[in-house]
Each structure stands twice: as structure tokens, then as C-alpha cells.
């Protein structure tokens, strides 16, 4: 953050006063006599050491043919020069311009960065996060029109929810170059992605299918959203390398299929290049572009969602868990997926038989968890 300019010198009251004096040919103690003020307290308010108030206005105000509002700006201009970006009023601006645009305790907690209260440190940690040698928000101008596919959930939240997601794909970004993997194969992809629903039947499903992923030349790694951020996943290249985000929002394993899949068609049918990128609230799907309703739909299509809700709605009146297997059997997909296309699409209340859904966290190696 570029300095403030500061007045060469920063006049204060006590040498209008002493002007004041000098052009009546007056002494300290003659003003002490006219205001009825003890010479120390003349002689502080000369050196800019007491402050002027109210009733020393208007007397000063008398004794020199001046309004009591003149001196009380004079006071007030002179003390705000006086602190400056100096003293605790600078360390909050910088503090809070901060978290303006990033959730500073939030970060600390996760260990993304390192600071405590001061405000040097705070900035210290800001320039580290972002590669940079001075305090500059410039890159959350430019990034807003760079990261379209940020979906927002809530207006009162707005703001920053675009500058945390900025954080957060920064965060992404750095973790991303982090991960060494082949050469991208877009057809192995293809081939993974059009048998995604094979491995939602097995018990250590996730793990081979981030293995596959990597093996596809695909980075991949669970990132914990920040707050008001409202992200599921997010999809974008490192080089020549795709990337998948998963946030874990949600801890379940639905979730993460139907989050993965909609990823894995971004990257196959969007992603052109390093600077596009998706980063996406799955809940709100109001307002959405093309290429969302796009990624819904292949999605929805591998992931057989016409079909279970057709199945589901001859018994949405009674639905039992057997009558779940039946449909997860022949759809040929996992329970907990099947249970939470049903809840999403309020086929039935989400809190029938929610206790199928299983979680994700627990079946993902920490080696793939960067925070």
C-alpha cells in the first residue's frame, strides 16, 4: 500500500497562537491574563501539547477577533495529521482493508498463511500469499472479470463472496503447481468419465478414481471452502495439466460424485485453456450460463437421474430402503448416490432415509486433502 502524502509541516493551532502574539507583541503571560489560563497551560497549547476545547475556542476566539470554529478545526485538521497512517488508526485500516478481500483469522486457522494481530504481520502474510512486495488489492479488479463462473448465493454476500473465491482459487492455483503428473490424455478421460458410474459401486471407489484421474494426467485435491464462498468444485488448467477441486462442502459422497462428474465435463467440453476457470456453487443454479447447463446435463445423463426419479416416483408415497437397493441395483449405482439425486430433486423429503448417505472425507487418502 502506497504511502499517503504528508504535509511538509503539520501546523497546529499553537503556532497561529504564537503569530497571534508576535503581530500584538504580547507574552505568554499577557494571553494568560486575557483568557484567564495559567502560563503553562498557554505555553502547552503554543507547543501543541494540550488541546484546544470548546471554551479555550471561544476564548481564543475573543481575544483575537476569531470564531471559536476556527480553532476547533484548526485542533481537529492538526491531531488527524498528527496520527497519520502512524499509530493504531493506520494498523486498522490495514487490517481491515485485508479482510476486505481475505478472511484473515479463517486463513490462519487453516494454516494457509502465518500472522498474528499486528497489522505488520498481517501484511507481511498478505504480500507472501500473493507473491508481492507491497500491499496491492489490484489483482481482485483484475480476477472479478477473469472468474466468471463464480456462483454467488445470497446479495448481501456479494462482495465477498467474489473476493474470497478469488482467495480460495489463488490457494488452488499454489497447491495445483504442487502436484507432478503425466502427460494430459483427453480420450483416457473420456473413457474414465463414461464409466464413473462403475466405480460409485465400490467401497474404495474415490481413491481409485483419483488414481485414474492422475493417471489421465489430471490434478486433483480437496481444498476446504472459506467462508461465503458457497463452493462445491472447481475446474481449471495448471499448464498443460487439468485440474479438480473438490471443497467437501458437503461431506458426503454423493456430493462428491455428482461434484467430480460435473468437474470432469467442464475440463472435457469448456476448458480451453489456463484462463478459463469454473468455480461452482452446485446448490444455486439460478442464473446459470450455457456451459453449466451443459455440465447438469451430461452429468445428470451419466449419472442416470431421469431414470431413478421415474423409478422413484411409483413409490415416492412409501419409500422404503429396499425399494432403494432395487433402484440403485438397476440403474447400477451406489445407494448413497441414488438417496441424494432424490433429495436434491425433492423427489422425497430429504429425511427419508438420509442415514444411506455416506461420508467422503474418511474414504479420500490425506495425501489428496491440502487444507
Request: with cysteine; hydrophobic share 35%; aromatic share 10%.
Amino acid at each position: 500500500m502506497s504511502a499517503k502524502a504528508k504535509p511538509f509541516l503539520n501546523i497546529g493551532p499553537g503556532q497561529i497562537i504564537s503569530r497571534n502574539l508576535s503581530a500584538l507583541n504580547w507574552t505568554n503571560k499577557d494571553l494568560s491574563d486575557v483568557i484567564g489560563m495559567s502560563e503553562k497551560s498557554v505555553s502547552q497549547m503554543i507547543n501543541n501539547k494540550q488541546s484546544i476545547t470548546v471554551d479555550t475556542a471561544i476564548l481564543l476566539g475573543k481575544a483575537f477577533n476569531t470564531s471559536p470554529e476556527f480553532w476547533l478545526t484548526l485542533e481537529q485538521n492538526y491531531r488527524l495529521r498528527e496520527k497519520g497512517e502512524v499509530g493504531k488508526e493506520g494498523e486498522t485500516e490495514a487490517k481491515a482493508k485485508i479482510r476486505t478481500y481475505m478472511p484473515v483469522l479463517e486463513m490462519n486457522k487453516k494454516g494457509w498463511i502465518q500472522c498474528d494481530k499486528t497489522s505488520t504481520s498481517q501484511i507481511d502474510a498478505y504480500n507472501e500469499f500473493w507473491n508481492r512486495s507491497d500491499l496491492d488489492f489490484s489483482q481482485y479488479v483484475h480476477d472479478s472479470a477473469a472468474l466468471p463462473f463464480c456462483a454467488w448465493q445470497g446479495k448481501t454476500d456479494e462482495r465477498y463472496t467474489l473476493y474470497y473465491s478469488i482467495t480460495w482459487h489463488r490457494k488452488a492455483c499454489v497447491e495445483a503447481k504442487k502436484i507432478k503428473v503425466g502427460l494430459y490424455s483427453k480420450k483416457k478421460l473420456e473413457v474414465l468419465f463414461s464409466g464413473i458410474g462403475d466405480f460409485t459401486l465400490l467401497p474404495d471407489g474415490p481413491e481409485r478414481f483419483i488414481k485414474e484421474l492422475y493417471s489421465c494426467g489430471v490434478k486433483f485435491f480437496v481444498l476446504s471452502p472459506l467462508c461465503k464462498t458457497y463452493l462445491d468444485g472447481a475446474s481449471f488448467f495448471d499448464g498443460k495439466n487439468p485440474v479438480i477441486v473438490y471443497t467437501a462442502r458437503y461431506d458426503r459422497l454423493d456430493n462428491f460424485w455428482w461434484t467430480i462428474a460435473h468437474e470432469v465435463v467442464h475440463v472435457l467440453r469448456h476448458i480451453k485453456g489456463e484462463k478459463d476457470c469454473f468455480l461452482d456453487n452446485l446448490d444455486d443454479r439460478t442464473d446459470i450460463g450455457e456451459q453449466e447447463v451443459e455440465a447438469d446435463r451430461e452429468t445428470g445423463h451419466i449419472l442416470k437421474v431421469s431414470e431413478i426419479i421415474a423409478k422413484a416416483e411409483l413409490y415416492k408415497t412409501y419409500f422404503t430402503e429396499a425399494r432403494l437397493n432395487d433402484i440403485a441395483r438397476d440403474v447400477s449405482l451406489s445407494p448413497s448416490v441414488v438417496i441424494g439425486i432424490l433429495h436434491h430433486h425433492k423427489v422425497i423429503d430429504w429425511r427419508t432415509l438420509s442415514k444411506v448417505k455416506k461420508p467422503i472425507l474418511q474414504s479420500i487418502p490425506a495425501e489428496y486433502i491440502k487444507g
